[in-house]
């Protein structure tokens, strides 16, 4: 029964109807090993924690600017800017972590009916963030490589707002090419479609260099976004940024500040000491996620039915697990043995039959939910293996 105070037609509800995301996201049974969350193992660095507790001790307890710090800014634009995007202080905006600079792009371009174009399987919030701003979710497939299919995007891109790449790739950690990243821009800008871009993992790529959105020149539609959370180990302060052309900034800050108001000032202090961070520490992060994830490669290419595209970027493995189960009913006999995952179903039509794994966390983490996995895989063969398998719907 609908009660008194519901509104069926209201946002909370058509967030409800899209969304994928498990309501329990974040919650760790005691006997459980977690690989579900995107959180690195590793604390915030002290230097930071140091920097936020000295503001606070400095009485910077008070409202910072509406627009976010400029010393804050000021940093970003000089560390992101590059030959191809000159990027100017009023570009830059600073957010309640990666999450709220998203919600803010998307609110501030997306209205009731306009479709919004999501090469999938990708990042969950994505489509809720649609579906809360009223606008319609237009699904691409990607080939199976985890690589964008642009003939299906050469079609789609005339008929959206925006389109939405999640580079490198939550959930498969796919890492676009320049040229096809350039082609998408290109597609988008001959068609007047924004291009949201998120690069959240930057700064997590394996096999080469990373072309970010900002590597190629300004075409005017392009928002790039990003967070202090997986980077810097700060998923709990809550602090990101985005980079927009000004016009599309302005709109974009609005949104931000009517929904949030300004960011909590001694984070963005901290936020700053982070961005401060040398080059040896981030080689140290990049190559301790590297090892997990040959260590993942490894064990997962060792399990019956399971198949892998080895991730080139962010800190996920998306196997494909060929049993008859649905991937989320999958996830729940996973949880029961012990090992939290994702359903692949919740990134997408095409992630049914997939789990998302997270090796985030902490390498003996790792190491015991892969060897939790693959006892219950092997289980599940003797269970159901004579069954067909769930293809994607
Ligand atoms: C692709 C992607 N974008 C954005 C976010 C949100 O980051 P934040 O924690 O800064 O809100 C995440 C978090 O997992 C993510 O995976």
Not at 81 to 95: F, I, K, N, S, Y
């Amino acid at each position: 029964m609908i009660g008194a105070h519901a509104r069926p037609d209201g946002m909370v509800d058509r967030i409800r109807q899209v969304s994928r995301r498990s309501a329990t996201l974040g919650l760790v049974p005691s006997s459980a090993v977690s690989l579900a969350m995107g959180e690195p193992g590793a604390n915030t660095a002290d230097r930071v924690v140091d920097a936020a507790i000295a503001s606070l001790r400095a009485g910077r307890t008070h409202y910072a600017p509406m627009a976010g710090s400029s010393a804050l800014r000021e940093a970003l634009a000089a560390s992101l800017r590059t030959p191809q995007r000159p990027v100017g202080l009023h570009e830059v905006a600073v957010t309640h972590g990666g999450s709220a600079g998203l919600a803010a792009t998307i609110f501030s371009l997306v209205g009731p009916g306009d479709r919004v174009v999501l090469p999938e399987p990708t990042y969950s919030l994505y489509a809720d963030q649609v579906a809360a701003a009223g606008g319609e979710v237009v699904w691409s497939v990607n080939r199976p490589d985890g690589g964008p299919d642009l003939d299906a995007l050469a079609e789609l891109l005339p008929i959206a707002r925006l389109v939405i790449l999640c580079n490198p790739g939550n959930p498969t950690g796919y890492v676009l090419t320049q040229a096809e990243l350039g082609a998408v821009l290109e597609l988008a800008q001959r068609h007047g479609t924004y291009v949201l871009c998120d690069e959240a993992y930057r700064d997590i790529v394996y096999d080469g260099r990373f072309c970010s959105s900002l590597d190629l020149p300004e075409c005017g539609s392009v928002i790039c976004c990003g967070t202090f959370s997986k980077t810097h180990a700060m998923t709990g302060w809550r602090v990101g940024w985005l980079v927009a052309p000004r016009e599309i900034a302005d709109r974009i800050r609005l949104m931000h500040q009517t929904f949030n108001g300004p960011l909590n000032t001694f984070i963005q202090d901290a936020a700053l000491m982070a961005l401060q961070s040398a080059d040896d520490e981030r080689d140290e992060m990049l190559a301790s996620y590297r090892a997990r994830r040959d260590q993942v490669v490894e064990a997962l290419t060792q399990v019956e039915r399971v198949s892998l595209q080895p991730p080139q970027g962010a800190f996920y493995a998306f196997p494909k697990v060929e049993l008859p189960l649905r991937s989320e009913d999958l996830a729940a006999r996973l949880a029961e043995a012990g090992v939290l995952v994702r359903a692949g179903s919740e990134f997408g039509p095409s992630g049914e039959g997939h789990i998302r794994i997270s090796y985030a966390a902490g390498s003996d983490d790792v190491a015991e939910g892969l060897r939790r996995f693959a006892r219950t895989i092997a289980h599940l063969v003797d269970e159901l293996g004579q069954h067909e398998t769930v293809e994607p719907v």
